[in-house]
């Protein structure tokens, strides 16, 4: 009879237990293996995000192919689908029919206004709702979310009157003021601090003796990073493609893109390949903001999605 082998020095037969008293699994060793192993869609989860990507970037290619093209090309059947060579004449007319370069500056710097007075004003609140306890705390939050169901177009008429009251009208700031806190930016950064930050963080800064702002610099800051780069980023191209109040409290000496873009293929045939280059003008600084912070944004986005 063939002898059976001894098992390795150290290592237990399957089954049996080890010297720490726990059962040796038969397939522990897989099981790790398989775990650090990391994973691979097949053909068919490639061809749908090859598909969602293309479906996703086609707006975006076909605004490119417009603006680069004149409008008689964009009115033939079937429409041609590449870039043209039209599209440096496309921007001369966007600048010539509108002050698209004052437009971008005003839509500038009402986005970026409005987008670090919500990012600071909503996380200091959100700090407050999540991590600090004082008296009306509930009802204070029932009133900020409750404010997310009342229609935006019902405030514009007394907005309206107090930007008059207040001889703002034609102003950046009429614009700027009104959005700088939002319901739903307040509740977001309690709901992502609740998660993110450990109490024993907290508990751990007032035992040094921080005070509650300095705790706010030093501590609640860094962990809300990726959530308020999510939070401005989302402000942001809620402001710079806002109309309706620009409309309203603006006019068109000191507008902003989205009301400089109405003024575009005028005439008796609207020239939809100038309207699409000042689509494409305008869309330009949305896609860089998203560039710059696009790495936060993804790491905000995991960290919510993966809770340890």
């Given amino acids: 009879m063939t002898a059976l082998a001894d098992p390795p020095a150290g290592r237990p037969p399957s089954g049996q237990r080890a010297p720490d008293g726990r059962r040796r699994s038969r397939h522990g060793s897989r099981n790790r293996s398989r775990a650090g192993r990391t994973m691979r869609g097949g053909v068919l989860a490639h061809a749908i995000l090859v598909l969602a990507v293309l479906v996703s970037a086609f707006p975006f290619y076909w ?169 401005g980023l989302l402000t942001f191209m809620a402001a710079w493609n806002d109309f309706f109040w620009p409309v309203v409290a603006l006019s068109s000496s000191e507008p902003t893109v989205q009301v400089a873009l109405r003024q575009l293929g005028g005439g008796y045939v609207n020239d939809q390949s100038v309207v699409m280059a000042g689509t494409l003008l305008g869309t330009l600084p949305v896609l860089l903001v998203f560039g710059l912070l696009g790495r936060q944004i993804v790491g905000g986005i995991m960290q919510g999605a993966v809770k340890s």
């Fill in 63 to 231: 605004t490119v192919v417009a603006a680069s093209r004149s409008n008689a090309d964009l009115a033939k059947v079937p429409p041609a689908l590449l870039p043209g060579p039209n599209l440096m004449h496309n921007f001369e007319a966007v600048v010539k029919e509108a002050d698209i370069g004052r437009a971008l500056l005003n839509s500038l710097i009402v986005s970026g206004s409005i987008t670090l007075g919500t990012v600071l004003c909503c996380t200091l609140a959100g700090f407050a709702f999540a991590k600090l306890r004082f008296r009306g705390r509930g009802a204070l939050l029932a009133v900020t979310v409750g404010t997310m169901m009342i229609p935006p177009q019902l405030g514009v008429i007394p907005l309206f009157m107090l930007i008059a009251e207040l001889q703002w009208v034609n102003q950046l700031q009429a614009v700027i003021l009104p959005g700088l806190v939002s319901a739903f930016g307040v509740f977001f950064m309690r709901q992502y601090l609740i998660q993110s930050l450990p109490d024993e963080l907290i508990e751990a800064a007032r035992v040094d003796g921080a005070s509650t702002a300095r705790i706010f610099w030093s501590v609640v800051v860094p962990v809300a990073r990726p959530g308020m780069a999510v939070l």
